[in-house]
């Protein structure tokens, strides 16, 4: 350089070269207190991200108006033997639709002849979701709802057909889902028929991995996944997905969730179960106890 | 330094600022979920390396360190890591930027692509040794590739659309002057 020779600018290139490596440090030091104290930094990012998403929200809609009328647009070429299949599917449906009503009523009346206590339906907050980032990371979203709506950590979150993933963050206004498909994700299920118990992890793929079954010989591609309720987490009997193999000889799960699609997603709330407190009891009659204990003073003297 | 030259360096820093943002914002947008599988290049490091080669001085360290910082944030990477790795990479491309407009296209190609390459080994080196889980070797390499090969589009971009070239001979002295 031309004026290299001054002192002037060599001091301050040494001050900014102390000042480049101080910033580095810095970093550095942000990325050691994550890996130590994970939990407040990402309270600190989740307040972050509470705090600007939102506002870029209007930047959303037009995005994704155009997006989707892009994808619109490739499907109509399609729609003509779209169509045909629908009507084909149509006629299908009523036939399922007469097995359905009738199968229906045999429930109705099977369940009057029963008693059945029906357990209480779960309640659910339906949310939006804002963005969905798929670093390598995290597969997750971020939905518009938040603490002040009553979502809490842990919840599961399911779209129309099944179970999308938990909720783990939580702004006042916004809150992260972790999706099934995410390198954290563990979810205990069960496989029917043949009830296996089993867990899903994911593995950053679109079908995660079908893990620590007991048999797997009674496990078949097909046969449908729920939650088990297991641990408590989740509410038991969601619907997960279906078995699949891979080409390793893996079982995988192909998600029921439409993910390709998450535009709103149900957060279902938690109601607790009703406890069962200690073990089952001694069943003896219920008598009043001086008459329990009259026949004993008699029986010395008879 | 004159009132307008000043006005022209807060000027491309804001646009640097920007851009930046715009590259932090652009993987965040749900236009295709589906598209999982497909890799988008490292677009803050390709703007951040093309325009620290070509004006290092309206990207100054501080400004890379709080954007990279930033999309560290909003992208759900661990804090704080690869804001380093893209400090440490820019820095690297800044020492060489002095003699660098001297030479050809190939030869930035190159030296970006070893820098990145560098940044990308140190970030999944220091995931490995404090234990993180680190993105399969597949995500990276495609990464690498993608990021690699935009590398020649991201120039093209800054050079025609955003107009960000080489400074003319007769101000090669005066911006590199304010810049170090």
Same mark, same amino acid.
């Given at each position: 350089?031309?004026? $290299? ?6 001091? /301050? ?44 929200? /209007? ?60 357990? %209480? ?40 057909? $099944?179970? +999308? ?5 939580? $702004? ?74 891979? %080409? ?18 149900? +957060? ?35 | ?44 490091? #390709? ?15 501080? #400004? ?41 296209? #190939? ?74």
């Amino acid at each position: 350089m031309a004026n $290299g020779s001054d002192k002037a600018p060599n001091l /301050w290139r040494a001050t900014r070269r102390v000042v480049v490596v101080c910033v580095s440090l810095l970093l550095l030091g942000i990325f050691i207190l994550w890996r130590i104290d994970n939990p407040r930094v990402e309270s600190l990012r989740m307040a972050l991200i509470d705090r600007f998403v939102p506002s870029f929200n /209007w930047t959303l809609n037009p995005i994704t108006y155009a997006s989707r009328m892009a994808s619109n647009w490739q499907s109509i070429d399609g729609l003509y033997a779209q169509n045909r299949e629908l009507q084909r599917e149509l006629q299908r449906m009523k036939g399922w639709r007469e097995a359905a009503l009738q199968l229906e009523e045999t429930n109705a009346r099977l369940r009057a002849l029963n008693n059945v206590r029906l357990s %209480p339906r779960l309640s659910f907050i339906t949310g939006e979701v804002l963005s969905d980032s798929g670093s390598p990371f995290r597969q997750s979203g971020l939905l518009n709802i938040g603490r002040i709506d009553g979502v809490e950590d842990g919840l599961a979150a399911v779209d129309g057909l $099944g179970l +999308v993933g938990r909720i783990s963050g939580l $702004g006042d206004r916004t809150s992260r889902v972790i999706l099934l498909t995410d390198i954290n994700s563990r979810v205990p299920v069960i496989v029917q028929p043949g009830s296996e118990q089993g867990l899903v992890s994911g593995d950053n793929t679109n079908a995660p991995l079908i893990e620590f079954l007991e048999d797997r010989s009674k496990v078949r591609p097909g046969d449908r996944v729920f939650t088990s309720g297991a641990g408590g987490v989740f509410p038991a009997d969601i619907l997960v997905g279906e078995v699949a193999v891979d %080409p390793d000889g893996r079982l995988r799960l192909r998600l029921a969730a439409d993910y390709r699609r998450l535009e709103f997603l149900r +957060v279902l709330r938690r109601t607790p179960n009703q406890a069962i407190e200690g073990p089952g009891d001694l069943i003896r009659p219920t008598a009043p106890p001086e008459v329990a204990e009259a026949p004993v003073q008699e029986d010395p003297e008879e | 330094m004159t009132d307008t030259s000043g006005m022209m360096l807060w000027g491309g820093r804001a646009l640097y600022a920007v851009l930046a943002l715009v590259c932090i914002y652009l993987p965040l947008l749900p236009v295709d979920p589906g598209l999982r599988g497909v890799v988008l290049p490292d677009l803050f490091f #390709l703007l951040s390396a093309a325009w620290v080669i070509r004006r290092p001085d309206t990207a100054p360290f501080w #400004l890379i360190a709080i954007m990279a910082f930033i999309g560290d944030m909003m992208l759900n990477r661990p804090p704080g890591l690869w804001a380093f790795c893209l400090l440490a990479a820019t820095e690297a491309i800044r020492m060489r930027a002095f003699d660098q407009h001297e030479r050809m296209f #190939l030869q930035e190609w190159i030296a970006a692509t070893l820098v990145f390459g560098a940044a990308l080994a140190v970030f999944h080196l220091i995931l490995f040794v404090t234990l993180v889980p680190v993105p399969s070797n597949g995500w990276t390499m495609r990464l690498f590739l993608v990021t690699v090969i935009s590398y020649p589009i991201a120039v093209l971009v800054l050079h025609w659309v955003v107009r960000i070239r080489f400074p003319e001979p007769a101000k090669r002295g005066r911006s590199f002057g304010a810049m170090s």
